[in-house]
């Protein structure tokens, strides 16, 4: 087990879970713009006492009240779940909002050729089958998250570009009898919005926008109606095992368990399990959302869609228009955390949205916020147990596509710790997460990576 963690812990504006011990213990939520917009539920408090469940949960992020949630109302289980500051202090209320129709970052050409066509036509219906269910869980809970209307414009940056658009389209189509709609930059114009960095698109008719830290609160409160305990700033600061079952000491209290679940993702820290360590890379993301656009702006840049956005570069941006008419836009960001107030990664992201729509040159940025990505060394989410100990689970490494995603994980995640036998053998289950070669150079070559890939996004 890790050891017992001593270290003083970082700021919030400089934390970096591959240097910090544990992220925080009850630090305030980001100034975002969904923090701004969003009425924080109740929770049970900080964990003050000794707590015994069939579960302990650490991360209080969609993927930990996910698992919970199913674990209590389904199988019956009880849960306690930890989390170091507030529901969603992590990825799950900083993210975009985009409910993608994915898992991971693998393409779909690199699934046949890992996975053969009938793997990866498996692996396509399951991410699938994850947005569905996000769908269904917000009209069943009825979770008002300002669910926004299907489709996902993926915009070529440049005339090249639609090329591998219209092979995407055929491949989709060929493989998975999926149908998606290539747009002209006319037709892009007409429907959609206008842009000079906008040679055409292809639609998918599936993936929506929503509010993350609503959806988030909307997990939160289905949580409590189980009867889950939920508890804000109470990190593990240490964890140890005691007559076979698991003890995990917080600042001012601790749970004992027989399973854990390490729903922890891009915040993972190095000495959080040593079956955990090096084997996810957290990757820093910004977003910026405008002042609301005026009349002449929207008309100007042509939006008539709230669908959301991603453009064809690999180091993408993505952007939407929210309900009140402002613009979001993210894109990738620093590479440590100490960078992470640099502001030339804010000013980066406003040359792209002025390039994007030249009528914006003036606009007013009202929140400016970022947070850590999770990726994996093969480009796909992980949820299973540890090789090592069978009684310690995890999911994590969603890539950027964990808002509908870790909810399907999080459901698989419940089967697996309740003993269900009816988890299809993906690579997503079946298979562990590896560890990253050379782990402590992976900074580096991040760096070196992103520059290539900047010149061959731009120039070639």
Avoid at 65 to 84: D, I, Q, R
Avoid at 109 to 130: S, V
Avoid at 388 to 397: E, H, P
Wanted: with cysteine.
């Amino acid at each position: 087990m890790a050891a017992k963690q001593t270290d003083a812990i970082a700021t919030p504006a400089s934390y970096d879970p591959l240097l910090e011990n544990y992220p925080g213990a009850g630090w305030q939520l980001p100034d975002s713009y969904w923090s701004a917009t969003t009425d924080i539920a109740a929770d049970s408090g900080v964990l003050s006492q000794q707590e015994a469940a069939d579960v302990a949960i650490i991360g209080g992020g969609y993927t930990g009240l996910a698992t919970a949630y199913y674990l209590a109302k389904t199988f019956n289980l009880s849960c306690v779940v930890l989390e170091a500051n507030q529901a969603g202090w992590g990825c799950s209320g900083r993210n975009g909002g985009f409910a993608l129709k994915a898992g991971g970052r693998m393409g779909y050409q690199a699934m046949i050729n890992r996975f053969g066509l009938a793997g990866a036509q498996a692996m396509f219906n399951e991410t699938f089958a994850g947005l569905r269910r996000l769908r269904e869980l917000i009209d069943d809970e009825r979770i008002d998250c300002e669910p926004q209307a299907d489709g996902h414009l993926w915009v070529a940056h440049k005339p090249a570009m639609m090329e591998t658009a219209k092979s995407e389209a055929e491949l989709l189509k060929r493989a998975f009898g999926y149908e998606t709609e290539l747009l002209s930059s006319e037709a892009l114009a007409q429907r959609y919005f206008k842009s000079p960095e906008a040679a055409g698109a292809l639609r998918f008719p599936d993936g929506f926008g929503l509010h993350p830290m609503k959806l988030m609160q909307g997990y939160v409160q289905m949580a409590m109606r189980q009867g889950i305990k939920l508890y804000r700033a109470s990190p593990v600061i240490h964890w140890e095992s005691v007559e076979g079952r698991h003890v995990l000491h917080t600042p001012q209290g601790s749970v004992t368990a027989a399973k854990v679940v390490c729903a922890t993702n891009g915040y993972t820290s190095p000495k959080l399990h040593k079956g955990l360590t090096n084997r996810t890379f957290p990757v820093l993301s910004n977003v910026l959302v405008t002042a609301p656009l005026s009349d002449a702006q929207l008309a100007e840049t042509g939006f008539k869609t709230n669908q959301i956005i991603t453009d064809t570069r690999t180091l993408r941006y993505y952007y939407r228009k929210l309900p009140d008419n402002r613009i979001l836009i993210g894109g990738r960001s620093a590479i440590t955390g100490k960078d992470a107030l640099n502001p030339r990664h804010d000013e980066m992201l406003v040359d792209s949205l002025q390039r994007k729509f030249p009528a914006l040159e003036q606009i007013g940025i009202d929140y400016k916020w970022g947070g850590w990505v999770c990726v994996t060394y093969d480009d796909l989410p992980h949820v299973g147990q540890l090789p090592d100990d069978s009684s310690v689970f995890y999911a994590m490494g969603y890539g950027g596509s964990g808002v509908s995603f870790s909810l399907q994980a999080g459901w698989r995640l419940a089967q697996q710790i309740a003993g269900d036998k009816e988890v299809p053998p993906l690579p997503f289950y079946n298979q562990p997460l590896k560890k990253f070669p050379f782990a402590p150079f992976r900074r580096m070559g991040q760096r070196m990576l992103y520059q290539y890939f900047h010149l061959r996004d731009e120039y070639k």
